[in-house]
Every structure is written in C-alpha cells, then in structure tokens.
C-alpha cells in the first residue's frame, strides 16, 4: 500500500530508487552472509539461546510480533533446514516466519527466515514446525545503541510511571491505542524492539531495533516514529514497506518481563524537522519510520520471565558457543564460492584458519562498532561493548554490579535460613526428572515414578508428609502444581499421586498425555505437615480423597523405618471402593502388621459423608494414648470436624496438624495495567519493580534479583508469605494464610497480583 504525501505531514518516501539514494547500497559482502540452512555453528547458538523474536501472520493475515523460548535450547533442531518450537501466546502462525535469536551479553543477532510446515507435518508436542529457508549473522549495532545487556535501570518514578489519568497519557495528544494503560511509560523506557515486515511475495522479516533511552517515540496517541540510523545498508525492512506496509513489533524494557506488543501499518519519512527531533549529539538518523497503530498491547511474556536475561551469571561463558563475528565469517567464505563480486572463498577460508586471527578479528570488530557508532552521535559506548560472547556490557568486570538491588550482608537474614532467604540470589532451585514408570491406582488416581533425568541416583531427601511442586510444559507455557510424596525418603525414585481433577489443566496432562520417559521439573520439598525426626510412638491419621497420599508416606516410612515399635490408625474417608487409593496395600500392611496399623474405612455412597460424630465413636473406640499426636488431610469441613472433636476432646493444638488442600495457583482476578511494587526489609528500602500484566508479585520480585523468601510457588505451603504495607493485591480464596496472618496483613507472593501500586515487607516474622 503507498503512501501519498499530504499538505502539512511529513514527507513520505514511496520509491526503491529514494530509499537508496538515502540509504546507499550493501556492500556485496553483506548479501554473501546468507546461508540456505543451519550449519554446526547456528545450530550450537540454538542450542545455547534462551529467547528469540518471532514474527508471523496468522491466517486471517493479522501480524504479530512476540518474543519465546525462555530456556536455553528451547528451538528443537530437527534437520539443517527444520527446527519447532511451542509457542504460548494466541497465534495461529501461517506461511512465511522469521525469527532472531539473541544470546545475553553478545551484540550479534542470529538471524533465521523461513515457512511454517504444513499442518499436517506439525509436531503434537512441538507445536510450531518450521522450514527453514536463509539464515545469517546480524551485526551488533542494535544491541550495543540500546545498551540492552547493560544492567537495568532501577525502577523510579522517572522510568515507570503509574498508569492512569495522571500518568504519562496526560501528555499525549488526541485518543488512540497509545493511550493505553501503561503503554505511554513502557515505550519511554524500551531501548529495543523487533519489528517484522513483510516483503510483496509475503516473506517475512524480523529485525532488531534499538536506540538510546527509547527506540520509538510517541507523536499521538495514534502515531509512533523509530530513527533509522545508519547500519549495513540491507533495509530489508524499508523495501518490505514500500510493498506491504503492514508491519508489526514487540518492544522490551530491560529488567522487565513484560513485552509491548504494536500493529499497525509504517510509512519512511525523510522530513528534516522530525529528524532532527531525534539527533544524537547534532547527528540526525537519515531516515525514519512512521507507524499509524491498530493495536498496541501491554502483556506479561512468560519467555522473557523464564529466560532470566538481566540476571547476573546468567549469560553464556566464553568458549560455550561460536565468536558469532567468527561464524559470519565462515558463512561468507560459504557463500563468496562461485561469486563474482565478492571476495575470493579460498583467501577467507586460509585467514580464518590462522590460530588466533578470531580474536583480532574480534577486536577490529568492535573498534569499528565503536568508530561507526560515535559517527552516529553516541560518544559513551563501554569500552568492551562489542558482540562477542560475554562481551556487551559484562567484561568489564564492575560493571554488572551496578544498579543491582541491595544484597542483604552475611548473616543478616532476619531468622530464616539463608537456603531459603537466597535462592532468588541464583536460578530457582529445580530438578530435572524424567518419568519412569505410571502407576495406574484408581480410575481417577495415578502415581507417577521420578527419576533423575541424567540417570544419576541422588536420594530425593524429604519428611514424610511433604510436597514437591511439579513443573510442566505444557502447549508451551510452564505450568505448576504441588503434589504430596507417597513414597519413603532418601530414595532415588519419588513418587507422587495425582489424582484426575475436571478441568484441571495439570492434572488432565498428568493422567492423559505423560508417559514413560517424559521430562519434568521438581522443586521443594515444602510444607510443615510432616512427621518429624522424633515422630510420636503412636500417630492418628484422617483423610479423605487424595488426602491419603501424605499419610501413606507417613505408614511406609514408620513401618519400613521403625520395625517392631509404634501404633499408627488410618480413618480413611472415599466415594467408594473403587476410588479408595492405595487400598490393597494398605489391607496387606494392616495384616502383616497387627498392632501397628489399623485402618477403617468410609464409604460415603455406602455409610454417608464422614461427620463429627463419625470421628468421634472411631476415637473413642481406638482409645489412642493421651501423648498421640493426630495429622488430619482433606476439604475444609472434614477438618473442621476433626478439629472440633479434638479440641472437644482437650487435645492440646500441638498435638494436632493439619494439611488443607487449598491452593491459589489460578489467580482469578485479570489485572490490565503494570504496577509498580517496592520491597522493603528490616525497615530499610530494597528495590522498587514493575509487576506486569498477568504477573505475580514473586515473579516480579525475583527477576528485579530481590531477596524474595518462597518455597512451594503454587500458594500451598506459605513460605512467600509478607506483610503488605501498603495497596491492594488479588488472590484466591480460600488459600493457605491462617486467619492470624490474613489479620496481620500478610499475603501470598506467589500468587498475589497488584491491582495498585503496593508497598511489601519482606522481613521475616
């Protein structure tokens, strides 16, 4: 679609023949760096990338550009010329794709266009297969104008502002998508963005952005302009306008995990008053990028949450993958045989064979990043800002400890233990399992086997009564849920009950796709109803459901552990025979223990709904010894009744635990507009973050690196619970605060969400 020029709005370019006289023309090398499939050194960077920019249409033609991956290696290679990934965000990708793929801490961008395979070729698990058609080395100047590896600016009034009336809209003439909730304020943040376009036979092109401070500037509500600066003179995206001038972009804030996702169409302008808006030290950009935005959109991104890419140590080492410089040099010796202008392949091949030539390289390199990019106006580049691996922003030593959150001294850690207060200082403490075997225990009930996934034997350490929090993949998005041990600790296998909940996402993946030999992610184990070290000589359990999987811990624990001694009896509440889990062998270690387990039955469809005066002639008839101590597991009003005729009963409290199965993990209450969280701890101030759309104050609190004390992250055990100071947070309820901690003004991070700015502390009770 053209452009026309009108009276009074910037001058719009709306040939080939004006974008080249502005531009200029590629060096014939630049076009040679092409190649038609992946070779061992793109495939190693896929293999160490945890995100990439993905641009796409969907089949009613609606652009979209978003960011994915999240884990290192998340592109699965197939063959030089397939890769798939999954892909979490709504999209319905079609035809023509492209992608880039960043390594944190290197300036080079590898590039990598191709189509989406026919459906029918589509992994079921993979979600999103791939031929791919040209890929290549993108040189470091976007990266290095936005200073995106730098370490992130704290958050402050200066950079995110609140949304609303009184926010950054206030400025912004007329109405329009711009004008969103916290649109305004991000864009006056975002360094960097990916912008994908389309050329007239509908291939796709996703280039990276990037500038000083804020790489796209609002003029009205409606109306974005991006510089365009000088770089190696492809403008694939400029040509692409000229013919389709649909485009879409997806801009991100260092340090945030929220993604700015735009549409709309684009104009070039070359108009000398707007450019010279956007000098850089009286340095105009040549030319500019007018967008007319349909959509814009503020949204929490799950992969840039997961990819941890500001997290100091987070990015690759030197050695772990290819000099990226180096690798477009092989791709030019590649594609330079047979050309006629370029440069001869044999002479390339022989200097890139020289030991030691890649670091040279590498140096003149960067010198010429610098040169090129202090021409441009930025006269303040770090001295190693160049793009080999570790090498934008993170060689120089000191530099990535600035503008990082206050680190709490040795020993100061307010009565927790530091295990816990500091593992938001490194990556969440998850282990990698794979499935060894489903056990099929009811029609709604199955036991999964874990094992490690790297074969090792390592005990899986816990007490009887615990929980593990069990991570999936599941159509690409990280879904979590916690599930109690059934098994003896300090083996090398664990295993979990889970039983079939209607429309429980995970539960439903758990009993309908995972096999033998599928792959998930452990982390815990968390709670405080467990059997401690000094166990009672005499327990009394009650469950109902899925309750029985903690006390079956407990019975295979005490009567493996303490043969010949101490009494344990199970009332044990079910639907029906069929639905009574572990009933088989809890007849069978009944009867080879006399003495030491008893267990009694109810059948609700047979006996009725277990009630307190069901619980208390079992009591008495089971007359336990006055030091017993009683764990009760099931739905609120069985554990209410238990409680009721113990404490009828003159229990003491100690003597009573209780394990509810609540959780909070499906927040309810959708929140449109970013907020700004401070912590504080110990009456002293830690950091102030942005908390995205559809992200969790924990989320938040530990990719800004807060010392964030959590266990369980599925609102089961309570360990992330904070006093909030001030504001207002959604969670679901009932949840596992106790009426003491809710009176206190505590709530949970880990599934807590702003629905204001809020203030929290962190400091432990």
Same mark, same amino acid.
């Given at each position: 679609?053209?452009?026309?020029?009108?009276?009074?709005?910037?001058?719009?370019?709306?040939?080939?023949?004006?974008?080249?006289?502005?531009? +200029?023309?590629?060096?014939?090398?630049?076009?040679?760096?092409?190649?038609?499939? $992946?070779?061992?050194?793109?495939?190693?960077?896929?293999?160490?990338?945890?995100?990439?920019?993905?641009?796409?249409?969907?089949?009613?033609?609606?652009?979209?550009?978003?960011? @994915?991956? %999240?884990?290192?290696?998340?592109?699965?290679?197939?063959?030089?010329?397939?890769?798939?990934?999954?892909?979490?965000?709504?999209?319905?990708?079609?035809?023509? /794709?492209?992608?880039?793929?960043?390594?944190?801490?290197?300036?080079?961008?590898?590039?990598?266009?191709?189509?989406?395979?026919?459906?029918?070729?589509?992994?079921?698990?993979?979600?999103?297969?791939?031929?791919?058609?040209?890929?290549?080395?993108?040189?470091?100047?976007?990266?290095?104008?936005?200073?995106?590896?730098?370490?992130?600016?704290?958050?402050?009034?200066?950079?995110?502002?609140?949304?609303?009336?009184? %926010?950054? /809209?206030?400025?912004?003439?007329?109405?329009?998508?711009?004008?969103?909730?916290?649109?305004?304020?991000?864009?006056?943040?975002?360094?960097?963005?990916?912008?994908?376009?389309?050329?007239?036979?509908?291939?796709?092109?996703?280039?990276?952005?990037?500038?000083?401070?804020? /790489?796209?500037?609002?003029?009205?509500?409606?109306?974005?302009?991006?510089?365009?600066?000088?770089?190696?003179?492809?403008?694939?995206?400029?040509?692409? *306008?000229?013919?389709?001038?649909?485009?879409?972009?997806?801009?991100?804030?260092?340090?945030?995990? +929220?993604?700015?996702?735009?549409?709309?169409?684009?104009?070039?302008?070359?108009?000398?008053?707007?450019?010279?808006?956007?000098?850089?030290?009286?340095?105009?950009?040549?030319?500019?990028?007018?967008?007319?935005?349909?959509?814009?959109?503020?949204?929490?991104?799950?992969?840039?949450?997961?990819?941890?890419?500001?997290?100091?140590?987070?990015?690759?080492?030197?050695? &772990?993958?290819?000099?990226?410089?180096?690798?477009?040099?092989?791709?030019?010796?590649?594609?330079?045989?047979?050309?006629?202008?370029?440069?001869?392949?044999?002479?390339?091949?022989?200097?890139?064979?020289?030991?030691?030539?890649?670091? *040279?390289?590498?140096?003149?390199?960067?010198?010429?990043?610098?040169?090129? $990019?202090?021409?441009?106006?930025?006269?303040?580049?770090?001295?190693?800002?160049?793009?080999?691996?570790?090498?934008?922003?993170?060689? +120089?030593?000191?530099?990535?400890?600035? +503008?990082?959150?206050?680190?709490?001294?040795?020993?100061?850690?307010?009565?927790?233990?530091?295990?816990?207060?500091?593992?938001?200082?490194?990556?969440?403490?998850?282990?990698? #399992?794979?499935?060894?075997?489903?056990?099929?225990?009811?029609?709604?009930?199955?036991?999964?086997?874990?094992?490690?996934?790297?074969? %090792?034997?390592?005990?899986?350490?816990? *007490?009887?009564?615990?929980?593990? =929090?069990?991570?999936?993949?599941?159509?690409?998005?990280? #879904?979590?849920?916690?599930?109690?041990?059934?098994?003896?600790?300090?083996?090398?296998?664990?295993?979990?009950? /889970?039983?079939?909940?209607?429309?429980?996402?995970?539960?439903?993946?758990?009993?309908?796709? *995972?096999?033998?030999?599928?792959?998930?992610?452990?982390? !815990?184990?968390?709670?405080?109803?467990?059997?401690?070290?000094?166990?009672?000589?005499? @327990?009394?359990?009650?469950?109902?459901?899925?309750?029985?999987?903690?006390?079956?811990?407990?019975?295979?624990?005490?009567?493996?552990? &303490?043969?010949?001694?101490?009494? &344990?009896?199970?009332?044990?509440?079910?639907?029906?025979?069929?639905?009574?889990?572990?009933?088989?062998?809890?007849?069978?270690?009944?009867?080879?223990?006399?003495?030491?387990?008893?267990?009694?039955?109810?059948?609700?469809?047979?006996?009725?709904?277990?009630?307190?005066?069901?619980?208390?002639?079992?009591?008495?008839?089971?007359?336990?010894?006055?030091?017993?101590?009683?764990?009760?597991?099931?739905?609120?009003?069985?554990?209410?009744?238990?409680?009721?005729?113990?404490?009828?009963?003159?229990?003491?409290?100690?003597?009573?635990?209780?394990?509810?199965?609540?959780?909070?993990?499906?927040?309810?209450?959708?929140?449109?507009?970013?907020?700004?969280?401070?912590?504080?701890?110990?009456?002293?101030?830690?950091?102030?973050?942005?908390?995205?759309?559809?992200? =969790? $104050?924990?989320?938040? %609190?530990?990719?800004?690196?807060?010392?964030?004390?959590?266990?369980?992250?599925?609102?089961?055990?309570?360990?992330?619970?904070?006093?909030?100071?001030?504001?207002?947070?959604?969670?679901?309820?009932?949840?596992?605060?106790?009426?003491?901690?809710?009176?206190?003004?505590?709530?949970?991070?880990?599934?807590?969400?702003? $629905?204001? !700015?809020? &203030?929290?502390?962190?400091?432990?009770?």
């Amino acid at each position: 679609m053209q452009h026309e020029n009108r009276p009074g709005a910037p001058r719009r370019l709306t040939t080939a023949d004006e974008v080249g006289t502005a531009v +200029g023309r590629p060096a014939p090398m630049v076009m040679l760096k092409q190649i038609s499939s $992946l070779d061992e050194g793109c495939r190693t960077v896929l293999a160490h990338c945890p995100i990439a920019a993905f641009g796409h249409r969907d089949a009613d033609g609606t652009s979209r550009t978003t960011f @994915i991956g %999240g884990t290192p290696g998340f592109v699965r290679v197939h063959s030089p010329t397939r890769i798939s990934f999954s892909l979490s965000e709504p999209g319905d990708p079609r035809g023509p /794709v492209s992608f880039f793929f960043l390594l944190p801490g290197v300036g080079e961008i590898l590039r990598v266009n191709g189509s989406v395979a026919a459906r029918e070729d589509a992994g079921t698990t993979a979600g999103t297969t791939v031929d791919v058609e040209e890929a290549y080395v993108h040189c470091a100047q976007a990266v290095l104008r936005s200073g995106l590896w730098q370490p992130p600016v704290p958050a402050g009034p200066a950079l995110h502002e609140p949304a609303g009336p009184t %926010g950054p /809209v206030a400025g912004i003439a007329g109405d329009g998508p711009l004008c969103g909730p916290g649109i305004a304020g991000f864009l006056a943040a975002a360094p960097f963005l990916a912008l994908s376009s389309w050329d007239a036979s509908g291939g796709s092109d996703t280039s990276p952005r990037g500038d000083r401070r804020a /790489v796209a500037r609002i003029l009205d509500g409606r109306t974005l302009v991006i510089p365009d600066r000088r770089g190696n003179k492809r403008a694939d995206t400029l040509h692409n *306008l000229l013919r389709d001038d649909r485009l879409s972009l997806a801009a991100l804030v260092p340090g945030r995990s +929220g993604v700015l996702h735009v549409r709309g169409r684009g104009a070039i302008t070359d108009d000398p008053a707007l450019l010279g808006t956007m000098s850089l030290r009286g340095t105009p950009p040549h030319l500019a990028l007018l967008i007319d935005v349909e959509h814009a959109e503020l949204t929490g991104n799950d992969a840039v949450a997961r990819a941890r890419l500001w997290t100091p140590g987070a990015h690759p080492d030197r050695g &772990t993958v290819p000099d990226l410089m180096a690798l477009a040099g092989k791709h030019l010796a590649a594609g330079s045989a047979g050309a006629a202008d370029g440069p001869p392949a044999f002479l390339l091949k022989a200097v890139g064979a020289v030991p030691g030539l890649t670091r *040279l390289l590498r140096l003149a390199g960067n010198r010429a990043y610098r040169s090129a $990019l202090r021409k441009e106006g930025y006269g303040d580049l770090a001295p190693d800002a160049g793009g080999g691996p570790g090498g934008s922003g993170r060689s +120089g030593g000191s530099g990535w400890r600035r +503008g990082l959150p206050r680190r709490r001294p040795a020993g100061n850690d307010g009565g927790r233990e530091r295990s816990s207060r500091d593992q938001s200082l490194r990556e969440p403490p998850l282990r990698e #399992v794979r499935v060894a075997g489903v056990r099929r225990e009811t029609p709604s009930a199955v036991t999964l086997v874990l094992e490690d996934a790297d074969g %090792g034997r390592a005990p899986f350490e816990f *007490l009887p009564g615990q929980f593990f =929090t069990l991570v999936a993949d599941i159509d690409g998005r990280p #879904v979590r849920r916690a599930y109690s041990a059934s098994s003896v600790p300090g083996l090398s296998r664990l295993e979990v009950t /889970v039983k079939h909940v209607a429309g429980g996402r995970f539960s439903t993946h758990v009993h309908r796709d *995972l096999r033998a030999g599928d792959r998930l992610a452990v982390r !815990g184990p968390s709670g405080s109803f467990h059997l401690g070290p000094g166990a009672p000589d005499e @327990i009394v359990l009650v469950a109902a459901g899925s309750g029985v999987t903690p006390m079956m811990s407990m019975i295979r624990t005490r009567l493996a552990v &303490t043969p010949g001694h101490g009494r &344990t009896a199970l009332l044990y509440s079910s639907r029906s025979a069929d639905e009574a889990v572990f009933a088989d062998e809890l007849a069978r270690s009944a009867k080879d223990h006399p003495g030491r387990l008893s267990v009694t039955h109810v059948l609700t469809h047979r006996d009725g709904r277990l009630d307190a005066d069901g619980v208390r002639r079992w009591i008495a008839d089971l007359s336990p010894a006055p030091d017993a101590h009683y764990y009760v597991c099931g739905p609120p009003p069985l554990m209410d009744a238990v409680r009721g005729v113990l404490s009828g009963l003159g229990v003491a409290d100690g003597r009573v635990h209780h394990e509810r199965y609540t959780s909070a993990a499906d927040t309810g209450s959708a929140v449109a507009a970013p907020q700004e969280m401070t912590v504080e701890e110990n009456g002293r101030p830690v950091g102030t973050v942005v908390v995205e759309p559809g992200r =969790t $104050l924990l989320d938040a %609190g530990l990719a800004a690196g807060f010392p964030m004390p959590y266990s369980c992250t599925v609102g089961s055990c309570g360990d992330c619970a904070v006093r909030l100071r001030g504001g207002e947070v959604a969670q679901n309820e009932p949840n596992c605060l106790t009426p003491r901690q809710k009176a206190e003004g505590r709530v949970l991070t880990c599934v807590g969400r702003p $629905l204001s !700015g809020v &203030t929290l502390d962190i400091t432990a009770p």
